[in-house]
């Protein structure tokens, strides 16, 4: 008979390996006492989502740097969070991330609400990640859920219905093994246990923890695990990137709207992005085609960008200037980097 997976063998192997995070608490300063600052927590959870921590890692330093507590960061400039975040990807989350500071600031004295619902009120946080802040924060036994914990928990147990479908089956069999006391480092444990063990690819199975219980082992096919359903394939979508310079060197950018892709964001006057963009030019001038697309893939589409490039100083319909001295393509989102990458040799 296969023996239980038990969360305290995964804890004692946490114990050893835990990875270390520019946010986390080591599980023997815990238990020396220390606790984890739900600010850092709520951060690195919305940074972290749909992004690695490899990536995460040099934002989550920076913000923390500029912004060490919530009230901080519910102070901030729109525009600098924004070009803080700018590269980071998934924009709505920088958008959230200062309405829920905000919230906190003004309507929690700054203080994160010490409950699944209460955070899960807040602008921008959902199920999983309010479950991973009660968790890790303030070691409730809420059950977390990411891609790591799905992976290993389809595996464990061999789950071959394939995801999406799966995940209720997949949040029921994570609740069974979560324990009551340690719950936070229980749910690092586990993710970290599918980020470096339980891998997509090639999973190390010999050195698991939970080697000896895991059907998916036992049975050979936890490399196939989770199955999923077949991905549609992505549209492709078309538009049009206007990059203009004055006499004096400025740089003419537009805010975009709030709303959308890239809501808030600085970038280059352009078209809408669909089957038959509208060219829509920012001001009625001479302008030279550069001659190599921009290719970028969204999360449900891929986007082709033809790029123009013109100097004048009629005035424009619409955008502003940007000095050459304050302007930074660090502070613009990849696609709009990508434009300026292939734009900036016709200004040279």
Not at 25 to 51: F, H, K
Not at 52 to 74: G, M, R
Not at 75 to 88: I, K, S
Not at 188 to 207: F, N, R, Y
Request: aromatic letters at 8%.
């Amino acid at each position: 008979m296969r023996e239980t997976a038990s969360s305290d063998e995964l804890l004692a192997w946490y114990d050893r390996h835990a990875r270390e995070m520019p946010w986390r608490v080591s599980p023997a300063d815990r238990a020396a006492g220390i606790t984890p600052d739900p600010y850092r927590i709520w951060l690195s959870e919305v940074m972290l989502q749909q992004t690695t921590v490899a990536a995460v890692k040099e934002y989550f330093v920076k913000f923390t740097t500029i912004w060490p507590t919530v009230n901080d960061l519910a102070r901030a400039q729109d525009a600098d969070v924004m070009a803080a975040w700018a590269g980071l990807g998934y924009y709505a989350r920088a958008r959230n991330l200062l309405k829920c500071a905000r919230v906190v600031a003004s309507e929690h004295n700054g203080i994160f609400p010490k409950t699944r619902v209460g955070l899960q009120a807040l602008p921008g946080i959902g199920p999983y990640t309010s479950a991973a802040i009660a968790s890790i924060a303030y070691d409730l036994p809420e059950t977390v859920l990411d891609g790591n914990v799905e992976r290993v928990m389809a595996r464990l147990h061999a789950v071959e219905t394939p995801l999406p479908t799966a995940k209720p089956e997949l949040i029921a069999l994570a609740e069974q093994h979560t324990p009551q006391t340690r719950a936070g480092d229980y749910a690092q444990a586990v993710m970290d246990l599918g980020a470096t063990i339980c891998t997509p690819k090639s999973p190390a199975c010999g050195i698991c923890p939970w080697r000896d219980p895991c059907a998916g082992r036992a049975s050979g096919i936890a490399p196939e695990l989770p199955r999923k359903l077949p991905k549609k394939a992505k549209p492709i979508r078309r538009g049009f990137a206007y990059v203009l310079r004055n006499s004096g060197g400025d740089w003419l950018l537009e805010t975009r709207p709030d709303k959308g892709l890239l809501g808030g964001m600085l970038g280059w006057p352009g078209s809408d992005w669909s089957d038959a963009p509208d060219p829509a030019a920012p001001v009625q001038v001479e302008w030279n085609e550069v001659g190599a697309e921009v290719r970028h893939t969204f999360t449900h589409f891929h986007l082709i960008l033809d790029v123009f490039c013109a100097t004048s100083d009629v005035p424009p319909a619409r955008g502003f200037f940007v000095s050459a001295r304050d302007f930074r393509p660090s502070d613009l989102p990849t696609v709009m980097r990508k434009v300026h990458d292939v734009a900036k040799h016709r200004f040279e």
